[in-house]
C-alpha cells in the first residue's frame, strides 16, 4: 500500500499570504493520478486538483498543483479567508487508493 | 446538478452489519464513465477509501476491508449501498458515498453521515 506524508503538519499564515503544500509518495504515483482536496469543519472533501495540475470545475485559480514521481506540492497563491481549512492529497494510481494525514492551513 | 446522500442508521451494536444506502439525483446513474464509491472518516482522522463500484456492477474493494464489506447497486431506484459486516468500535466514523470518473478518484461527495458503533 502506498503511503502519502504530507508536511507540515500545520501552517500557520495570514490572509493574503502564499500557502506552499507538500505531499510525498513512499512509491512513484502512476501517471500522475495525485488529487487534493479541501475539507471544512463539518464538510465533506471537495475536489480541488486532479492530475496533480488540473484545476476541477469550479476552483479558483489561485490553487494550483505540481509535481510528479513522488513529490507533489499544492500552492495557494494568496490565501482568501474561505481557504483556512485542512487540505489532503490522495494517490488514485493504484489500489487501494490512499490519503495522507493531512495539512492544517490555520489563521495566524 | 449530481447530488448524493447518505442514508441509514447512525448507530449499530458491535458484531453487527452496517448498512447505508447512497441515494443519487440529477445524473444518469447508468453513466458508463462513473463509478461509484464510499469513504470513511473516523473522529478527527483521515480518510479511507472503503470500495466502489462500476454502473454495471463492477466491486472494487479495500483489501484492508474487502473480507467484511459488500457494494451493491440497485439502478432501478438509482442507489448504490455499502454493507460491512461484524463491526467494531473501529469502524465508527463519517461515511462519505461519492461519485467520480475513475475507480478511486472522487469529484462529487455526499455530505456524509455519522456512524457510530457501541452497545
Known amino acids: 500500500e502506498m503511503v502519502l506524508t504530507q508536511s507540515p503538519g500545520t501552517l500557520s499564515l495570514s490572509p493574503g499570504e502564499r500557502a506552499t503544500l507538500s505531499c510525498r509518495a513512499s512509491?512513484?504515483?502512476?501517471?500522475?493520478?495525485l488529487a487534493w482536496y479541501q475539507q471544512k469543519p463539518g464538510q465533506a472533501p471537495r475536489l480541488l486538483i486532479y492530475?496533480?495540475?488540473s484545476r476541477a470545475t469550479g476552483i479558483p485559480d489561485r490553487f494550483s498543483g505540481s509535481g510528479s514521481g513522488t513529490d507533489f506540492t499544492l500552492t495557494i497563491s494568496r490565501l482568501e479567508p474561505e481557504d483556512f481549512a485542512v487540505y489532503y492529497c490522495?494517490?488514485?494510481?493504484?489500489?487501494?487508493?490512499?490519503f495522507g494525514q493531512g495539512t492544517k492551513v490555520e489563521i495566524k | 446538478q449530481l447530488q448524493l446522500q447518505e442514508s441509514g442508521p447512525g448507530l449499530v451494536k458491535p458484531s453487527e452489519t452496517l448498512s447505508l444506502t447512497c441515494t443519487v439525483s440529477?445524473?444518469?446513474?447508468?453513466?458508463?464513465?462513473?463509478?461509484w464509491g464510499w469513504i470513511r472518516q473516523p473522529p478527527g482522522k483521515g480518510l479511507e477509501w472503503i470500495g466502489s463500484?462500476?454502473?454495471?456492477?463492477?466491486?472494487y474493494y479495500n483489501p484492508s476491508l474487502r473480507s467484511r464489506v459488500t457494494i451493491s447497486v440497485d439502478t432501478s431506484k438509482n442507489q448504490f449501498s455499502l454493507k460491512l459486516s461484524s463491526v467494531t468500535a473501529a469502524d465508527t466514523a463519517v461515511y462519505y458515498c461519492?461519485?467520480?470518473?475513475?475507480?478511486?478518484?472522487?469529484?462529487?461527495w455526499g455530505k456524509g453521515t455519522t456512524v457510530t458503533v457501541s452497545s
Open positions: 512509491q512513484r504515483v502512476s501517471s500522475s493520478y
Open positions: 463500484i462500476s454502473y454495471s456492477g463492477n466491486t
Open positions: 492530475g496533480a495540475s
Open positions: 440529477g445524473v444518469s446513474f447508468s453513466s458508463n464513465i462513473s463509478y
Open positions: 461519492a461519485r467520480g470518473e475513475m475507480v478511486l478518484w472522487f469529484n462529487v
Open positions: 490522495q494517490q488514485y494510481g493504484s489500489s487501494p487508493g490512499t
